[in-house]
């Protein structure tokens, strides 16, 4: 098998990725608009390109992980016409079904494979595997990335026809945007009773009480320290809107979901966007008279 992997978009998680992957033996083709994220990456298994054609010319199978549907979309018609041979491409990027389409229709007419594998898991966590891939598309497109899939998570499903990872993905965020907003609450709520943070986040978190994301975010709320980022709450609203619209074209009803949106918009008004999501935090300390 070739172990040759393509990776455009080095940021947070695909930069993750591509650390697990060379940490592997894998030989990564990447490709980043910021050069310091490719020169991050430096050494005998890393090979920068100068775009994303040039990493479709090198490597077999492609990972995307993107900011946004423009630079996805973009990335795919860049792949399209590289000349390259038939591609698997892997876009983990959180897009709406509508773009995963468009990105999809777009691969199928070059004749390359298109998968929408969406990723469970922060930054923090993609750095040491402890992902979810969520791959969807033609079962044998995904058979021959498992040997990837393995490297850079913890788990991976087939889940089916494509877009199907995206719908499970939007089912997970649905959880994550709720429960940051509940954590952070819970841990103002101890602030204000005056209970030691650090004693709540041992005692809770393993208890009936606790999530996954209160044992991930709940760190950085007792240590009152957001950066570096695992997920920027200005990236994070484009999220918050895939969801809210996919609901809504399903006429499902989210009211908790619906009731933590402000919370990240008012995170953005307090000039947070650049910090963790976990810096909601802040909004209710703010509220509750609570200083830190």
Not at 63 to 86: C, D, N, R, Y
Not at 213 to 219: A, N, S, T, V
Request: with cysteine; hydrophobic share 45%.
């Amino acid at each position: 098998m070739d172990r040759t992997v393509g990776i455009v978009g080095l940021g947070i998680m695909g930069g993750a990725m591509a650390r697990n992957l060379i940490e592997r033996g894998w030989r990564v083709v990447g490709f980043d608009t910021d050069p310091a994220a490719m020169a991050a990456l430096a050494g005998p298994l890393f090979t920068g390109a100068g775009n994303a054609a040039v990493v479709a010319q090198g490597a077999p199978i492609i990972i995307t992980s993107l900011p946004s549907s423009k630079a996805a979309l973009a990335v795919a018609g860049e792949i399209a016409g590289s000349g390259a041979p038939p591609r698997i491409l892997c876009e983990t990027s959180t897009l709406s079904l509508a773009d995963k389409e468009r990105i999809g229709a777009v691969l199928t007419q070059a004749g390359h494979i298109a998968l929408d594998c969406p990723l469970s898991g922060t930054g923090s966590q993609a750095a040491v595997r402890d992902l979810i891939v969520y791959a969807s598309g033609p079962a044998d497109a995904i058979a021959r990335c498992v040997p990837i899939f393995k490297d850079i998570s913890k788990q991976h499903a087939d889940v089916g026809a494509y877009g199907n990872g995206s719908k499970v993905k939007f089912v997970a965020n649905h959880l994550v945007a709720i429960n940051n907003v509940a954590t952070a609450e819970a841990m103002v709520l101890a602030e204000k009773a005056g209970l030691d943070l650090q004693m709540v986040l041992d005692l809770v978190g393993p208890g009936a009480g606790g999530s996954r994301i209160f044992q991930i975010r709940g760190p950085l709320m007792v240590a009152n320290d957001y950066a570096p980022p695992t997920m920027r709450i200005a990236t994070w609203q484009k999220d918050m809107q895939i969801i809210a619209e996919f609901a809504q074209g399903l006429g499902s009803p989210t009211p908790l979901f619906d009731r933590s949106a402000p919370v990240y918009d008012e995170a953005l008004k307090m000039g947070l966007g650049d910090l963790d999501t976990a810096a909601v935090c802040k909004v209710f300390e703010r509220d509750a008279g609570v200083k830190r």
